[in-house]
């Protein structure tokens, strides 16, 4: 697995990270399908391949948790949509839970050592670069938000299904006249609570993939802040929540992991662009359906928008439905609120870039960069006239009329960030 491989991963536009990983070990670990399960906040359960049964699902891979050491491969037979079936699994200890690659394979024979080395390498890799893009609340990556409701979509159909398959089994057994009445009620009672404690498992899962506790996340973010702050000699107090600021109150992942970056940036844009800092509080409490931070410092109060506008902060809580306002009194110091809504608005504005397709997501985001069309052409190795293609329809699907317009939007909603 050469260097460039790794480079063509994790440039690759979201969606298709797990494409590409799959064309990377095609020859080296031959497989029908892949999947992963991550603690990416939009979709933590992704499926590439032909399923060897009706429906593989979020469930499937969890069950291979306790086979995988913290971190390395596995090997074996494991079931997948209720078939038993030879896979190979890689696990990365750089997130907590780990994170999954399963092959779903045709063949048993075992892939060598000197392969699933630099397999694991590059699964290490890509795992680090979508947790740095989670916590740091990537604009393109919250853009794509949409993609949270496509993961959630799936898992309840993937619960739809085994609600059906749970009141199909339990049907046929009331059904059948062979059977008597007390063996019926038996099996059916035994077929409900199989079902009851697998559904609940599949919802926990899936609620522990895509959230967290408010006191959880300010936890986080305080560790991050301390190793910011240790060696410039600033104080950090922090409004560590209580029951009253709504510390167990469950928080979205994307929520949380914005509110943190935001509050990170607040605190970079004070100590580069003020002098004479000594002491910053951070305080963090949820207010009925948003979370609120406040990151207020001693500074000489010279703070100003454009240092967090530098930062992309609107840019981040945009696609969010987020706010920051700075309050700076000269000679009494600054203070930064955010506050990010916890579930969506109730009049939310549609994102207009649900229009474009991936490639041309990849072109908008070029133009977002100045990028004349020769330029965008070498970089994403095609040619000149497919590029004006692919303007022109950018610009006849977002109903503008110029490249500054479309651009423009990519800002707004988080394409450029790409």
């Not at 006191?215 to 305080?222: I, K």
């Not at 100003?304 to 840019?315: I, M, N, P």
Request: hydrophobic content about 45%.
């Amino acid at each position: 697995m050469d260097l460039m491989t790794a480079v063509d991963v994790i440039q690759a536009p979201l969606g298709e990270t797990l494409p590409r990983l799959s064309e990377a070990f095609s020859a080296t670990i031959p497989h029908r399908a892949v999947a992963e399960l991550s603690n990416c906040s939009f979709a933590p359960f992704k499926f590439r391949g032909e399923s060897p049964g009706p429906s593989a699902g979020i469930a499937d891979l969890a069950a291979l948790r306790p086979l995988v050491p913290g971190r390395g491969a596995w090997q074996g037979r494991a079931v997948m949509a209720g078939v038993e079936i030879p896979v190979v699994v890689l696990a990365s200890d750089v997130t907590e839970p780990g994170a999954l690659l399963v092959f779903l394979r045709v063949e048993d024979t075992p892939v060598p050592d000197e392969v699933l080395a630099p397999a694991q390498a590059l699964w290490d890799l890509v795992t680090a670069h979508m947790e740095g893009l989670r916590n740091e609340a990537v604009p393109a990556t919250l853009a794509v938000s949409r993609a949270a409701a496509a993961a959630r979509a799936v898992t309840i159909s993937d619960l739809g299904d085994a609600y059906g398959t749970a009141l199909t089994a339990l049907l046929s057994v009331l059904r059948d006249r062979t059977v008597d009445d007390a063996t019926a009620r038996t099996r059916a009672a035994d077929l409900a609570v199989t079902a009851l404690v697998e559904l609940r498992s599949r919802a926990e899962l899936e609620q522990a993939l895509t959230e967290e506790r408010a006191g959880d996340a300010f936890d986080r973010l305080a560790d991050s802040l301390r190793r910011v702050l240790r060696g410039r000699g600033v104080r950090l107090d922090l409004g560590t929540p209580g029951a009253e600021e709504g510390a167990d109150r469950v928080l979205p992942t994307e929520v949380a992991a914005t509110a943190s970056a935001v509050v990170r940036s607040a605190v970079h844009a004070m100590m580069d662009d003020q002098r004479n800092v000594s002491r910053v509080h951070i305080g963090w409490k949820v207010v009925a359906t948003v979370l609120k931070a406040t990151v207020r410092d001693d500074g000489p109060g010279t703070l100003s928008c454009g240092s967090l506008d530098a930062r992309r902060v609107a840019e981040r809580l945009g696609p969010l439905g987020g706010r920051v306002e700075v309050d700076a009194v000269p000679g009494w110091g600054s203070t930064v609120t955010v506050e990010v809504p916890i579930g969506p608005p109730e009049n939310p504005r549609e994102d207009p870039l649900t229009v474009l397709g991936a490639r041309e997501l990849e072109v908008l985001g070029q133009l977002a960069r100045g990028r004349r069309n020769r330029d965008i052409a070498q970089e994403l190795h095609i040619s000149e006239s497919t590029v004006k293609f692919h303007v022109a329809k950018i610009l006849e699907k977002l109903g503008v009329g110029s490249r500054g317009e479309a651009a423009a939007l990519a800002h707004e909603w988080g394409a450029a960030a790409r």
